[in-house]
């Protein structure tokens, strides 16, 4: 089995590579990058990660789209347009406004989707020309937005995927003493704007009780960001990038993650090395979302988005009938949204791709705020599709986060200033 990586040259690309170390049937890794230098440094680690390893993918590296794409079964989209250098502008900019500027969180969500838009629908244009019986995972960032964006050439074949969801998911049922595998979890939105709402064990909602013990509640990673008053006033778990909506203003803050992670990347590519990239990691995952906890993070222990994925590729592959909650087209699987909109829903995973599971319908407050996003996300979309102007004010202006259409212009222009990705909108 042949798996491509489009970003080959990402600094998470390790994470994917060290799983494939331990199973999963690909036989060659193929890394794509539009940065040659970025590609060498992770071809130089991913040698040093399969010393000594039984049975490792061959491992291939370039710059030529249509090379890396051929005769592969599955790809992995994970591209970052104009680099962390890119998102430190959209933060400064939004910053410079007075609001969040976040990388899928209000006003620099749309403005790293209105850049990565266009590219990722070339990629996927491309993927359905030269491979078409690929199936796409994809990992780029507004995963939502950019996966709804991709199925307009590959349809079902394309799937987002996320680490939040699952991390969530364990760590609740970790402080509720159950077998994960044992529970449903009723759990469903949009990409970073999705509720627990519900966790079953042998017909029984166990929610109710974790709610009810404060200590259980606050053991782990979203119970101390929310705080128990405020889930039990919800009465649900909200992902955690919820934590900008529901605390903006204290969620505000001076730092630029873009920039903390340019400079704790920099020395890792300028001499690249797995000592270098397992410190620069343990770094990173230390400081994810610093600017909405005031004290240092002691769960470091993320989804693994990189297990996802490859849960995701093996049950398609070989018809490994599973159940993850992913990025899809919803159907009529959660009412109220469109059908044509893609969701983050559970869904069942086999040799026919992903089906999602019918759910029951948000609350009003989840939603409002659903219907709200997703009008920004399609906004989004549109400008990035068609050059319209007036379709990338609309997306600024109407965002919950944005409170102002006079910022909202001044946003736009700014970012139109600032990246030569944008030029298409001046």
Same mark, same amino acid.
């Given at each position: 089995?042949?798996?491509?990586?489009?970003?080959?040259?990402?600094?998470? %690309? &390790?994470? %994917?590579?060290?799983?494939?170390? /331990?199973?999963?049937g690909v036989t060659e890794l193929?890394?794509?990058? %539009?940065?040659a230098g970025r590609l060498g440094a992770m071809e130089r680690v991913l040698a040093e990660q399969a010393a000594g390893a039984r049975t490792a993918p061959r491992l291939r590296t370039t710059t030529d789209l249509a090379a890396a794409l051929s005769d592969v079964d599955f790809v992995? /989209? *994970?591209i970052r347009v104009g680099g962390l250098r890119g998102r430190r502008l959209d933060e400064q900019i939004a910053h410079a406004e007075g609001v969040l500027g976040q990388e899928t969180v209000g006003a620099g969500g749309i403005a790293y989707g209105l850049r990565? %838009?266009?590219v990722a629908v070339d990629l996927a244009r491309t993927i359905a020309e030269l491979a078409p019986k690929a199936w796409v995972i994809n990992f780029t960032n507004p995963a939502g937005m950019v996966t709804e964006a991709m199925t307009a050439h590959l349809g079902e074949r394309v799937i987002g995927i996320c680490d939040s969801p699952v991390g969530l998911c364990r760590r609740v049922a970790r402080a509720l003493g159950v077998d994960p595998a044992a529970a449903w979890f009723d759990y469903a939105g949009l990409n970073h704007l999705g509720w627990l709402r519900a966790v079953r064990v042998g017909g029984e909602d166990v929610l109710p009780r974790l709610l009810a013990d404060v200590d259980a509640l606050e053991s782990f990673e979203e119970g101390k960001l929310f705080g128990a008053d405020w889930l039990r006033t919800l009465?649900?778990? &909200?992902?955690?990038?919820?934590?900008?909506?529901?605390?903006?203003?204290?969620?505000?803050?001076p730092q630029s993650r873009g920039a903390q992670l340019l400079e704790q990347q920099r020395g890792f590519y300028a001499e690249p090395s797995l000592m270098s990239w397992e410190r620069t990691r343990l770094e990173r995952e230390a400081t994810y979302m610093a600017e909405t906890r005031e004290g240092e993070r002691d769960d470091l222990e993320g989804g693994g988005y990189e297990k996802v994925a490859? *849960?995701?590729?093996?049950?398609i592959a070989y018809g490994e009938r599973t159940t993850l909650i992913l990025n899809v087209r919803n159907g009529s699987a959660l009412p109220g949204v469109p059908g044509d909109a893609v969701v983050e829903v559970p869904c069942v995973v086999d040799a026919n791709g992903a089906r999602p599971l019918a759910a029951g319908p948000l609350d009003d407050h989840a939603l409002g705020l659903v219907t709200a996003v997703k009008a920004v996300e399609r906004a989004t979309i549109e400008a990035a599709t068609t050059g319209s102007r007036d379709a990338a004010l609309r997306a600024f202006a109407l965002h919950p986060l944005v409170d102002s259409v006079s910022v909202a212009r001044r946003l736009l222009d700014a970012y139109v200033a600032a990246h030569p990705e944008l030029s298409y909108l001046a």
């Open positions: 089995m042949r798996l491509a990586i489009l970003g080959g040259g990402g600094f998470r %690309v &390790p994470l %994917v590579h060290g799983a494939l170390l /331990s199973g999963g193929v890394l794509h990058d %539009v940065d992995f /989209s *994970a990565t %838009v266009p009465g649900a778990l &909200p992902n955690e990038y919820l934590h900008y909506y529901y605390f903006a203003r204290e969620a505000m803050s490859l *849960a995701l590729m093996r049950a």
